[in-house]
C-alpha cells in the first residue's frame, strides 16, 4: 500500500503558477500510473492529467492543455503537477491518485479506477 501526500496548494492571483507536488511513502512510485483529479465547491471531482508509469505518455483535461505539466520524478518518489496561467476557474481541492493496474505506457483518467488518493490540497485563484 502506497501512501500520498500532495503540498505546494495556495492561493494565487489570475496568470500566476503553482507548482504540486504528490510526495509516496510506503511503496515505490515507479510501479504506479499517476494522475492529477481536482473538485470545486459543488462540483463532482474532475481529472486533470495522468501520466504513465514509465513517465513517456502524458493526458490532460482539455481546459488545462497548454498551461499544465504533469511530471514524475520516481528516484525521489514524487509526481507534480506544474500550474501556468491560472484561472479563477482553476480553484478546487487537487487530489493526487495512484493506479496500480495500469500497464507501462498507459494513462487513466477515470477516477474510481485509481487505487490510491491522497488528502488534497486548496488551490485558490482571485481574479
Known amino acids: 500500500q502506497v501512501q500520498l501526500v500532495e503540498s505546494g496548494g495556495g492561493l494565487v492571483q489570475a496568470g500566476g503558477s503553482l507548482r504540486l507536488s504528490c510526495a509516496a511513502s510506503?511503496?515505490?512510485?515507479?510501479?504506479?500510473?499517476m494522475g492529477w483529479f481536482r473538485q470545486a465547491p459543488g462540483k463532482e471531482r474532475e481529472f486533470v492529467a495522468a501520466?504513465?508509469?514509465?513517465?513517456?505518455?502524458?493526458s490532460y483535461t482539455d481546459s488545462v492543455k497548454g498551461r499544465f505539466t504533469i511530471s514524475r520524478d520516481n528516484a525521489k518518489n514524487t509526481v507534480y503537477l506544474q500550474m501556468n496561467s491560472l484561472k479563477p476557474a482553476d480553484t478546487a481541492v487537487y487530489y493526487c491518485?495512484?493506479?496500480?493496474?495500469?500497464?507501462?505506457?498507459?494513462?487513466?483518467?477515470?477516477?474510481?479506477?485509481?487505487?490510491?488518493w491522497g488528502q488534497g490540497t486548496q488551490v485558490t485563484v482571485s481574479s
Open positions: 501520466i504513465s508509469r514509465s513517465g513517456t505518455s502524458t
Open positions: 510506503g511503496r515505490s512510485l515507479s510501479i504506479y500510473a
Open positions: 491518485a495512484a493506479d496500480l493496474k495500469l500497464s507501462l505506457t498507459l494513462t487513466g483518467s477515470t477516477g474510481s479506477t485509481y487505487d490510491y
